[in-house]
């Protein structure tokens, strides 16, 4: 039996992919424009339910023959590994053959929310891409990135639904921890050092490709409301910044980057269509295609077409500007705005009906097809599907990476003020809350009451307001203000021992009464008690720098514009603030 050309690997990639379209059905090509959500079983078996499943892992690969998940959940590396050459031996015995790709959100920082970000469990532990930032080192950027690309392919995922190139222009919005902060030339730098470390010179056999996001920027939302829910779907550039907000994926397409995801947003009030980004013809085909020479897979965010249940309650699709239109409208929209595959949805049924009606041609389908083909080839997917779970076990974590991580969240710490009492010597009585007493006992007498201290330690996150439904209450959104009560009890603190304040700052807090009163004040964007409490005893120096401004009040947040950059009046600190303890 003759093998087929696809199968040879000494034959151009081109004539492999041309060869594989030939051979395709219909049922088939629709397939690969699905990327959606999976859930592994216990052990690394495959789920055949789970709580964002429509349909079992079989049905997907076999019955609707999708070949792109991205894992949800977390489990140890050895699990995963063996996940992932299942998912490979169901796809393999399918017609074709044709390998799964395995992709994954960002899995190395502190923020657990499952639609945008999982905590690093079994993987090396780094500061979030913000902290990246703070630091502001390039080369330590394509280090964590080559990290990231050594931990993943050890469990088999092939596709980073990350970096995060967003702007953090609106303070409220809630996903700004993603993001490398307000600056778009650092922005931009960043990127292309994430790029090339997860990619390497060139995509290959040994490449995770990168889906950058979220095009063409999410930051400017009308009152920082997040576009996963419909009371934030408007997207607004009042300070007419719209250039400000694409340098960095002009950098990112510049460094090669494989894949881009555009944004849930609807633009409201410019000369561009008021659709979401991902039914949008003049930004996907005038903007990214043409004027920015985008050639890669253009993969929507997670649910534009079709009603779901998340976390056991209903949500809506995101087709903002488009509600009205039916589920095959919206894919026929999409499909001519230039997007290649559809993320989080499992229904190619429609595209097949699309085609079969006339109302898309086929050569539309094949074009997407051709360049979600080409890509599996190029990353050897069909040479080299299965991973080993031992090396995976060996991988994942290993000293090495952990160590690195574990220097880069020392570094990222941002020293706001110091009124001498940095660096901390000897072994003094401490105070801690907010923190283990177990890791502080390593550094100091801790006490139960703050009287009897010589000085306190107090962590703190940025405010948020609680928002209804199991899903939305992991964005945090809304006030940036400590509550009354909540800022009484810290001051009374403040008052009574001198204090070290640490802020995770995932978004920027308002903290002008803190930051008066603190002894000393730190910023951290993922760092656990240990780098705290190195850095706060000398035995670890903080590098970073604000990587955006934290504002005076909410009056000024509410009176800045979205899509410029640190635009409140009066900062209590400025972008890129930061002081060296001595």
């Not at 940025?462 to 199991?470: F, L, N, Q, S, V």
Request: hydrophobic share 40%; net charge negative; with cysteine.
């Amino acid at each position: 039996m003759t093998t087929p050309a696809y199968r040879d690997p000494h034959l151009p990639v081109e004539q492999r992919v041309e060869d594989l379209l030939a051979r395709m059905t219909l049922e088939e090509k629709a397939g690969q424009l699905f990327h959606t959500m999976l859930s592994m079983a216990p052990g690394g078996g495959l789920a055949e339910d789970g709580p964002f499943l429509r349909y079992g892992t079989t049905e997907l690969v076999t019955g609707r023959q999708l070949t792109h998940f991205n894992l949800l959940g977390q489990g140890d590396a050895g699990a995963m590994a063996r996940w992932a050459n299942r998912m490979q031996e169901l796809a393999a015995a399918t017609r074709l053959g044709i390998p799964v790709t395995l992709s994954t959100d960002p899995r190395h920082a502190f923020t657990d929310n499952p639609g945008a970000s999982f905590n690093s469990g079994a993987f090396s532990a780094w500061p979030e891409p913000l902290g990246l930032a703070a630091i502001g080192d390039a080369a330590l950027v394509e280090r964590f990135a080559d990290t990231v690309r050594r931990e993943y392919l050890a469990v088999g995922f092939r596709v980073a639904l990350h970096p995060q190139i967003d702007l953090a222009t609106e303070p409220r919005w809630s996903r700004q921890s993603g993001t490398f902060g307000s600056g778009a030339e650092l922005s931009g730098e960043l990127v292309a050092a994430y790029v090339r470390g997860l990619q390497g010179p060139r995509l290959g056999p040994r490449s995770v490709a990168a889906m950058v996001k979220h095009f063409p920027g999410g930051g400017p939302q009308k009152d920082g409301e997040d576009p996963h829910f419909p009371h934030g779907k408007e997207q607004v550039y009042p300070g007419g910044r719209r250039e400000y907000h694409l340098a960095p994926f002009r950098a990112a397409i510049e460094a090669g980057c494989s894949q881009m995801m555009p944004y849930y947003g609807q633009p409201v009030g410019t000369d561009w269509e008021e659709v979401g980004f991902g039914f949008n013809k003049d930004v996907l085909t005038g903007l990214l295609r043409e004027r920015l020479g985008f050639d890669g897979v253009i993969c929507t965010d997670w649910g534009l077409l079709t009603d779901a249940e998340i976390l056991g309650e209903p949500a809506e699709a995101r087709a903002w500007g488009v509600e009205h239109l039916s589920v095959a409208e919206r894919a026929a929209k999409a499909l001519d705005a230039g997007t290649d595959q559809f993320g989080g949805e499992q229904c190619p049924e429609v595209i097949v009906e699309l085609v079969r009606s006339g109302r898309i041609p086929e050569e539309r389908i094949d074009a997407s097809v051709r360049r979600l083909l080409r890509e599996k080839f190029v990353l050897g997917l069909f040479e080299n599907p299965y991973v080993d779970p031992d090396r995976a076990e060996e991988t994942v974590g290993a000293a090495e990476f952990t160590a690195a991580g574990e220097a880069a969240q020392r570094r990222s710490l941002t020293v706001l003020t110091n009124g001498g009492l940095l660096p901390l010597r000897g072994r003094p009585d401490l105070y801690v809350r907010g923190m283990s007493a177990e890791a502080a006992a390593a550094y100091g007498n801790v006490v139960a009451d703050p009287a009897d201290a010589e000085v306190a330690v107090l962590r703190l996150r940025t405010p948020y307001e609680e928002r209804p439904g199991a899903f939305e209450s992991f964005f945090h959104a809304g006030s940036l203000a400590f509550g009354e009560e909540e800022l009484e009890e810290i001051l009374r603190l403040l008052d009574t021992v001198p204090t070290v304040v640490c802020v995770n700052l995932e978004r920027p807090a308002v903290l002008p009464e803190i930051a008066e009163r603190a002894a000393a004040l730190v910023a951290d964007y993922g760092a656990s008690d240990a780098a705290l409490l190195d850095v706060a005893f000398g035995l670890a120096r903080a590098e970073g720098r604000l990587p955006f401004e934290l504002p005076r009040s909410m009056a000024a947040v509410e009176a800045s514009r979205p899509d410029v950059p640190n635009d409140t009046e009066d900062p209590v600190f400025p972008y890129g603030h930061g002081i060296d303890v001595p």
